[in-house]
C-alpha cells in the first residue's frame, strides 16, 4: 500500500505560523498584565511597613547602636552602617511595592506604602544619619539626646499619620481578602 503525499499549500503554513506567533505574543504579554495575588499586594505595600515602625529615637533604642557589643561583625559595627543597612532594605521594600501592578481597590494602599517608605528613606538619609553619626562619634549625651529630640519633633507626626493611613487602608483590604491579621503590641506609639 502506498501512502500519498500531498503538498500543504505555502499560504497555510505561512498563515499556520503567523496565528503562532500572534498567539505567543498575546500570551506573553497577557501573563505581564495579571495583577498579583492579594497576599503579595498586602504584604508588600503594607505588611512592609511593619519594618519601620521604629522610626525617630525609637529606631536608635531598637538598634542600640550606641552599645554595640564587641566582636560585631564589620558590615555592622556602627550606627551609620546600622542605618544604611536599614536604608538598602528599605530601598527593597520600595522597589517591590513599586513594581506592583495598579488596579482601582490596589492602588491607595499601594501608594500610601510608597508615601511611607519614601518619607522614612528621606529621614534615614538625612536626620537619622546625623544622629547615627554622633552615637559613632561618641558625642555628649545631652548633644544625643537633644538631636533625637529634634528628630522627633522634626518628622514623628508626619510618619505617624502615613503609618495609621497605610494601616487604615490595609485592614480594610485584609478583611476583603480573608487575610488574617495578627495584631500586636508592636505599634509605632509602643516603640516611642
Partial sequence: MRTLLMPIPLFSVRRCLALLLALAALLSAACRFVPNTPQEYFSRAALNANAVAAFGSAWFRVHDCGNLPSGTPAAFDSCEKLLQDSIR???????????????????PMIEAGLDLYRYVLDSY?????????????????EQVGQALQALDAKSYAGFEQRYDKVWGIAEQYAKAHGIKLITTRTSPRSTR
Wanted: aromatic share 2%.
Fill in 125 to 141: 538619609r538625612g536626620d537619622h544619619l546625623q544622629v547615627a553619626r554622633l552615637l559613632d562619634a561618641k558625642a555628649p549625651p
Fill in 89 to 107: 532594605q528599605l530601598e527593597g521594600h520600595i522597589e517591590r511595592a513599586d513594581a506592583l501592578y495598579r488596579t482601582d481597590e490596589t492602588r
